[in-house]
């Protein structure tokens, strides 16, 4: 029978540690949670057969089998029965030990691939994380002015009480904006209808409009600082401010109305608010404030909308998730790695297996002729034939040795 070479043994174990380490330093090493396991082969059950020996033995001499004779001339039969039995054991441990090694060949075999793919995979894992972390890296510088591609450092840090901390100003500002522009569209509109809930409805929603849609203005105008736009998408930005300008002049022209109107108190018509003002100075103070406020509503939507601050969130979100996805494939490759390295040493230990194979089996079958010899003399009941058994298990080990 041939047996793998220890080189080659050697020189496979060291090609698993090669590809092993091959994915990165920081890789360490463990035990597999469940180490190979190829034997085919089990030893008899030793203490059974003794005793099942040593009734045998005081079987044989009960029925005249064996007597003190017998144990003088120094031969009996049993041991040759036993010894043929221990041969067909040593043969068969010689057939299971040849299956073992080409079973354990052939797992290391499919192990190695195993292995290659599991590389493979915690390899391109940590590849990815590397690149998310390089770009998070590179990312995580606060901006200083518009366009430059940094997020604000309030996404930087991280938390909501710096969010609050910033805005809220900002929020309060618009907030009494709106306050302010109700009551004066509810004045605009008052000779709309004669519901003043209505009326009310339609100033409110009118101020939250005007407010809103220069802030949401001042949002797309940001993202088209930090990312660019196409010629149309330009065009468009100049269109929505050339049609607000537009709208804005109509309002205007409204509350200019609203403010020449003859006032009516208590049924009796005294004169319009802006009594002894030009019109064309009244039309451009009030063009003025609804410019103004438009301005402030705008500014506030671009300060406070950053696309980067997303951007960077999302990029620490993947980064997390590529983390976990790493740590998951880096387990799986160092199982792998272990259990090859426990095929390796399988393989290596094969011929010491072998050898204790045969010193188990050489020394339970000197057992269990010890067990029969006994049996007899217990049977025999004869101190001569203890006598004679004892030299002839004293000669049997001397022989062995």
Do not use: C
């Amino acid at each position: 029978m041939r047996f793998i070479s220890l080189n080659r043994l050697n020189r496979s174990k060291r090609q698993t540690a090669v590809e092993s380490a091959d994915p990165g330093d920081q890789v360490t090493r463990i035990a597999p949670a469940v180490a190979y396991e190829g034997d085919l082969y089990r030893l008899p059950d030793w203490a059974q057969r003794r005793r099942e020996e040593r009734e045998l033995g005081r079987a044989h001499a009960a029925d005249g089998q064996i007597d003190t004779l017998t144990l003088q001339t120094g031969s009996v039969p049993r041991f040759h029965e036993l010894e043929d039995e221990r041969l067909e054991e040593l043969a068969k441990i010689e057939e299971r030990t040849e299956q073992e090694i080409q079973r354990a060949r052939a797992e290391f075999e499919g192990q190695k691939i195993r292995l290659a793919e599991s590389q493979r995979a915690f390899g391109e894992a940590r590849k990815a994380l590397e690149d998310s972390q390089r770009r998070v890296t590179e990312l995580e510088q606060p901006s200083r002015r518009p366009g430059d591609g940094r997020p604000s450092s309030i996404a930087i840090s991280g938390g909501h009480w710096p969010v609050v901390r910033r805005w809220l100003p900002a929020a309060l500002l618009l907030l009494l904006l709106l306050i302010v522009e109700v009551p004066i569209l509810y004045q605009v509109i008052l000779s709309w209808g004669d519901s003043v809930a209505m009326t009310a409805l339609l100033a409110a929603g009118a101020a939250l409009i005007m407010l809103v849609a220069p802030h949401m203005y001042g949002r797309a105008f940001r993202s088209w600082q930090e990312h660019g736009s196409s010629a149309k998408g330009r065009l468009l930005l100049v269109g929505v401010a050339v049609v607000w300008l537009g709208l804005i002049v109509a309002v205007a022209v409204l509350r200019r109305d609203a403010l020449v109107r003859p006032l009516i108190v208590d049924g009796e018509e005294i004169g319009p608010t802006s009594d002894g003002v030009g019109q064309l100075p009244t039309m451009i103070l009030l063009l003025a404030l609804l410019v103004a406020t438009a301005l402030i509503a705008a500014d506030l939507g671009r300060r406070m909308h950053n696309p980067n601050d997303r951007r960077l969130w999302e990029l620490r979100a993947k980064r997390d998730a590529e983390a976990r996805t790493s740590a998951s494939a880096q387990a799986a490759y160092q199982r792998d790695a272990g259990y090859a390295e426990s095929i390796a040493q399988y393989l290596q230990g094969v011929e010491r297996r072998r050898a204790g194979r045969v010193r188990q089996l050489d020394s339970g079958f000197d057992s269990l002729a010890t067990a029969y010899l006994g049996g007899v003399v217990e049977g025999l009941r004869d101190p001569e034939a203890a006598s004679w058994a004892e030299r002839i298990v004293l000669r049997r080990r001397t022989t062995r040795s």
